[in-house]
């Protein structure tokens, strides 16, 4: 019996120290636990970011994306219009080659119908005798002869601008000559081949105004109905043209005039 009672004492201090061991154990592996639980939302929390950011990159990297091919159809469509603006020029020159063309048709039927040959024979005349005039020096009759001759001659060669120039140029140091009246008209002719019809009505309005005794007065108001006509304002050109026929009617211009009615009606 007494073995047995101290067997039994020994048992029950071993079992305490034993649950005393396992209960600190425990609040280790609690501790630990704690701590791995703690260490795990971290991570969790790092990661969480970490996809964030990735999310972020991928929807920067979208807009990037888009961005470029944004800039692609931009490049695409400046070298559609690089490429249009180069078969423009090429549409410029085939329309200017085509204008010359049409300005010496244009010239030859009015030489055919008698407009302005009067003019081209004194052209003709001074262009024939270059030393003459030369000799006649500044200021004569030969220095105005000249003049007007180079300014004639650039217009026939289709230089309007430099044509026009010089025949103003011409205006201004020979105002009361007898190719006065001549260059004025020819100036108005300048700006309607340039296409300028409303500069050239007022130009062809000094040949009717300023020179009323020259030949070219006809002329001039037959080309102020076109220009009217080009400038789709046909109620003007009609007056125009029927003036021509009243106070010419014997003209080439009213012959011109009638058939240009017989267009508008």
């Known amino acids: 019996m007494i073995v047995f009672s101290f067997t039994g004492c020994a048992t029950t201090g071993d079992l305490q120290r034993v649950q005393g061991s396992l209960g600190s154990k425990i609040g280790d592996h609690d501790s630990e636990i704690a701590e791995l639980k703690d260490e795990a939302a971290a991570g969790k ?3 969480e970011e970490l996809r964030k950011k990735q999310a972020d990159v991928r929807a920067d990297i979208t807009d990037l994306r888009e961005q470029l091919q944004q800039l692609r159809g931009g490049l695409e469509q400046l070298q559609k219009e690089s490429e249009s603006i180069q078969g423009r020029v090429g549409e410029i020159k085939g329309l200017k080659e085509k204008l010359d063309q049409t300005a010496f ?4 039927i009015e030489n ?17 005798h270059p030393k003459n005039h030369a000799r006649n020096g500044a200021g004569g009759n030969g220095d105005k ?6 300014a004639y001659e650039l ?3 289709g230089k309007y601008e430099k044509a026009r120039l010089e025949f103003q140029n011409f205006l201004k140091n020979h105002p009361r000559t007898e190719y ?7 100036v108005g002719e300048c ?7 409303e500069k050239a009505i007022l130009e062809y309005e000094k ?20 220009s009217f006509l080009e400038l789709g304002d046909k109620t003007s050109a009609r007056l125009i043209l029927q003036n021509i026929i009243k106070d010419y009617p014997n003209a080439s211009q009213a012959r011109v005039a009638r058939a240009k009615l017989l267009e508008i009606k």
């Open 45 to 47: 929390a790092a990661v």
């Open 105 to 108: 048709k244009i010239n030859f």
């Open 112 to 128: 055919f119908l008698g407009i302005g040959k009067k003019d081209e024979r004194a052209a003709g005349n001074v262009e024939k």
């Open 145 to 150: 002869e000249s003049l007007y001759a180079a």
């Open 155 to 157: 217009y026939k060669e």
């Open 180 to 186: 006065s009246g001549n260059a004025q008209f020819w």
């Open 191 to 197: 700006y309607y081949f340039e296409k300028s019809y």
């Open 207 to 226: 040949v009717i105004k300023n020179y009323p005794e020259s030949n070219k007065v006809p002329q001039a108001l037959l080309k102020q109905g076109l």
